[in-house]
């Protein structure tokens, strides 16, 4: 009885050992959804505001309804993405008037220091449509991964700021930000002042 029992607990040792030595646990880390990026196409957008630009078929512009929204002010939203670019036109009033818009849209940007590893900018002049003005690309887990304003320096500006609506971490947004990058760029370049 004895012997069957030491050979009961030896072949259930010698089983222990062979399971835990085949047995390879190692953490998974963490993960992101599997992003599906639609085809870039795009269609004109036109409204009663002094500019026309083009969008990507898979957004949809919306008036902005805030307390203190002007006129022409709107949200280029990407549903699928959870994000929106931020348009607010204003007239150009005088040098003052343009001055101070242009250092509102520097200011804006470099409020994201706080959180952003490095500020990018970069020049934008279209002279023959006669648009001019700043990309601002901001690195890091900052709230706005890029920010522009574009003008024709006497009578129209527009400042567009691109936003996540969720806590901003760089390495999931990364790839949809770099997708979007190219919206971004593709409604500068195809911007006309009326």
Not at 150 to 167: I, N, P
């Amino acid at each position: 009885m004895r012997k069957s029992l030491h050979l009961t607990v030896a072949c259930g040792f010698i089983a222990l050992i062979a399971w835990t030595c085949t047995s390879h646990y190692s953490p998974k880390p963490r993960g992101y959804h599997r992003i599906v990026f639609p085809e870039k196409t795009y269609r004109a957008y036109t409204s009663a505001c002094p500019f026309t630009f083009d969008i990507p078929v898979y957004a949809e512009m919306k008036p902005d309804h805030t307390a203190d929204a002007q006129p022409c002010w709107m949200d280029l939203v990407f549903p699928q993405f959870n994000a929106r670019i931020h348009l607010s036109y204003m007239p150009v009033n005088g040098k003052d008037n343009f001055n101070n818009l242009v250092e509102d849209a520097r200011t804006f940007a470099f409020n994201h220091t706080i959180k952003a590893t490095a500020i990018d900018q970069s020049r934008i002049r279209r002279s023959d449509d006669r648009v001019y003005g700043l990309k601002y690309e901001i690195k890091g887990n900052a709230a706005s991964g890029v920010q522009f304003f574009v003008t024709d320096s006497t009578s129209h500006y527009l400042r567009g700021a691109l936003y996540f609506h969720e806590k901003p971490r760089l390495d999931s947004i990364q790839p949809v930000l770099d997708f979007l990058k190219a919206d971004i760029d593709t409604l500068i370049h195809s911007l006309r002042w009326k």
